[in-house]
């Protein structure tokens, strides 16, 4: 009997379960997409260089641990369902059924639905598994073919995890409704929403940002004393003075309203450290762009700092906005008679303030989560194309073996070695090189052999015969000098006003070999790869053979390229056989360090992969629950909802004006903290990227960075319509009885 009960209770209840159906499968079907690139059975044709056992651990352990937020969804939800359903229980009690009976019907009732949710999820993810694959493979530079596979360990994995959840969950519904009150739950459609409390949170939140403000005060007089000079262009002078004054204007501001007599009013508090707030992220902010612009030098940790204070003033930027949100609508309407009394405006502003009033945390939290997913949506195509790029200029050469002189203080521990054993090892497995080039980098003076400060390491120099032989690798074309010119070779992320300037700084060099004037074509911008540059440099500079014999060689490297790509296998077995002979430290200093082409490309692209799906995945489930919560937010008042529609159809307001009057209570409510979120996450992502703009232009691209922000919009947009739809559906449900 029972069991009838538990699936005629699902069938008729499975409209209002389609929030519930709608999130889980989604969160399954996510889980399902990204687990199946780990399962045991996958095995992608990536070639016999690469090697997906890494790609498949590390995968399986990132995702497992995002999709614990899923827990939290699962059971928001669920409670979700047991409030809707507390008047079905308590009848059930008071016609003799055993609240221990309830309990267990209900939790076979979110089992089953849960169960359908995990089929569809597992179907829907043998889909969205093709996106993966093809993901992975473009990665990896393979084609991609459509192969419909369902994996059987990641099948079993997805039904433990989620099975698990859902009873872990439905012990926690079992215990809730045992312990509760028939006559609570009878009563519970009718409860009035929580007042307000005397402290709001917003006292809390105001404490830790006047204690952040402080922070900041304290470090922009530090930063005015020991790094300001009048000399300072206005708009860096403005910065400076501008990350002193406005965090003194927010502690003032507070001062004064605890100095007020009478009633003090929290909203007047909040108003006025809003006003503070925007000026002082507008300040921390220009921070970054003008450090880069005007080569400032204002302490290691500067950049990362001034980011903590944008993000904190951004962050109360939504507390403050969300809080007198309600207020600033309650007085518009108040000033605005002709919007007040217009139609059924009156009713519509009670509807929005009433909810706003009791949920303002909760909203707030909201807007911060969507803007921490909105900005990882925008960030992952960022950084896993400029891993990807970065990847491109580091493993240029089959084998690169490099050295550096930081640790040697002695001339005849320097680096002479030609690293036979690299010959030996590919002539003993057959593999033929196209091209090899070993050569030495020099000091233009011997004097500058001690010179090892911090970022003012000296630029060495390349033989005019080893450079051309790099570039003849690479495919460049030849380049000639006179007897006393020189040029040089520039890194991808030099800017043009360091070139500029460096250039006209150096239009002659003295060296040992004599002085050397600029060449006519003065530098050269093709990638040589990152290892032929001395360290904390951005520069080589190009002499001409006869100068190089009379200079200090102190390091020497090794390019090489061959036929035939080299295995992962015998990447690693040749890659532990250098470091046995040649230590990355030695006892006399020097260091060592080799690079594979094939290790390079495969460790990138594993951990550039995994990354990139465990930020979406990480986006996507916090993208679900924010929607989740809002979407629930207003079901959760149905009975409410459908007494004071049923009032207006009784005053004989018509279906269409209701209908309008629901998709505007809806766009408010989901409209404004998207709106929020998305204001936020642009100054975010703004601020990042002109703190990356160097790595952008040289490794990205903005033009391919637009395309890949452009799809994110449009994934945004799809889980917005779905949620919305969804909540509408329901919604007019809840309101028609």
């Known amino acids: 009997m ?84 507390q008047k079905e229980f308590a009848i059930q009690a008071v016609m003799g059924m055993e609240q221990k009976t309830i309990g267990r019907i209900f939790f076979a009732e979110t089992l089953i639905m849960g169960i359908i949710s995990i089929l569809i999820g597992i179907l829907l993810g043998v889909f969205c598994s093709q996106f993966m694959t093809a993901m992975l493979l473009t990665t990896y530079g393979k084609p991609f073919e459509i192969v419909w596979t369902l994996f059987p360990d990641t099948v079993l994995l997805t039904i433990c995890f989620f099975v698990f959840s859902f009873f872990l969950v439905g012990m926690g519904n079992r215990r809730t409704i045992q312990k509760a009150k028939v006559i609570e739950m009878l009563s519970a459609d009718k409860e009035n929403e929580p007042g307000l409390k005397k402290r709001p949170w917003i006292l809390g939140v105001v404490i830790l940002f006047e204690a952040v403000s402080l922070w900041a005060l304290v470090t922009g007089v530090q930063k005015v004393w020991f790094y300001y000079d009048p000399r300072f262009a206005l708009p860096v002078r403005l910065m400076f003075w501008g990350n002193l004054l406005f965090p003194f204007l927010t502690l003032l501001w507070s001062v004064l309203w605890l100095a007020r007599k009478g009633k003090r009013e929290y909203s007047s508090l909040v108003a006025g450290l809003l006003a503070c707030c925007s000026l002082s992220a507008f300040s921390a902010g220009s921070v970054a762009a003008l450090t880069n612009q005007y080569y400032l030098a204002l302490g290691s940790g500067m950049l990362n700092q001034y980011l903590q204070f944008v993000l904190i003033d951004l962050l109360f930027l939504v507390c403050g906005f969300i809080y007198l949100a309600s207020g600033w609508i309650v007085a518009w309407k108040e000033k605005s008679p002709e919007h007040r009394y217009h139609e059924e405006a009156l009713f519509f502003f009670g509807q929005i303030t009433s909810k706003l009033n009791t949920t303002s945390k909760t909203m707030a939290v909201i807007c911060m989560t969507l803007a ?30 490099f050295s550096r002189y930081n640790n040697v203080y002695e001339e005849e521990n320097l680096p002479k070695d030609d690293y036979g054993i690299i010959t030996e090892f590919l002539a003993e497995h057959g593999i033929d090189m196209a091209y090899e080039c070993t050569f030495n980098l020099y000091l233009p003076e011997k004097g500058q052999f001690h010179n090892r400060i911090k970022y003012d390491f000296p630029v060495v120099a390349i033989s005019l015969s080893d450079y051309n032989r790099i570039r003849e690798m690479l495919g460049y074309e030849q380049i000639s000098l006179a007897e006393n010119e020189f040029t040089t070779q520039w890194k991808s992320v030099a800017t043009k006003e360091e070139k500029t300037s460096f250039l006209a700084e150096h239009t002659d060099i003295v060296t040992d070999g004599g002085t050397l004037h600029i060449s006519p074509q003065p530098y050269h911008e093709e990638a040589i790869g990152q290892t032929a540059y001395n360290t904390y440099t951005n520069v080589l500079y190009v002499f001409p053979d006869k100068v190089c014999g009379k200079l200090l060689p102190v390091m020497r490297n090794r390019y090489i390229t061959t036929t ?68 629930l937010q207003q079901l959760l008042d149905a009975g409410q909802y459908q007494y004071r529609f049923g009032v207006l159809r009784k005053l004989g307001v018509e279906e269409k004006r209701i209908e309008k009057l629901v998709l505007k209570q809806l766009g408010v409510w989901f409209g404004l903290p998207i709106i929020v979120a998305v204001a936020i996450a642009a100054v975010v992502t703004g601020y990042f990227v002109q703190t990356i703009s160097a790595e952008i232009s040289a490794y990205i691209g903005f033009t391919s960075l637009m395309v890949q922000i452009g799809a994110t919009v449009g994934l945004l947009a799809i889980l917005l319509v779905c949620y919305f739809l969804s909540t509408w559906i329901l919604f007019r449900r809840s309101i028609n009885g």
């Open 372 to 401: 921490l997913a909105i900005f990882l949506f925008i960030a992952t195509p960022v950084l896993t194309s400029w891993a990807s790029g970065y990847l491109d200029v580091r493993a240029m050469y089959d084998v690169q073996v």
């Open 2 to 85: 029972y069991a009838k009960l538990v699936f005629r209770n699902a069938r008729r209840s499975v409209k209002d379960y389609l929030i519930y159906i709608v999130t889980m499968t989604i969160c399954v079907t996510l889980f399902y997409a990204f687990l199946s690139i780990s399962s045991s059975y996958y095995n992608p044709d990536i070639g016999s260089e690469y090697d997906v056992t890494l790609l498949g651990d590390g995968l399986k352990a990132a995702i497992c641990m995002v999709t614990c937020l899923v827990l939290f969804l699962i059971r928001f939800v669920n409670h979700y369902m047991l409030r809707r359903r």
């Open 564 to 631: 035939e790509k080299i295995t992962y296998e015998d990447a690693l077995e040749l890659e532990k056989l250098f470091m046995e002979g040649y230590p990355e430290q030695t006892t006399k200093g020097a260091s060592y360090g080799i690079r594979f082409r094939t290790l390079q490309i495969n460790s990138t692209k594993a951990n550039n992969f995994i990354l990139q799906a465990a930020m979406l995945y990480g986006a996507v489930v916090l993208m679900v629950i924010c929607l989740t919560v809002l979407s």
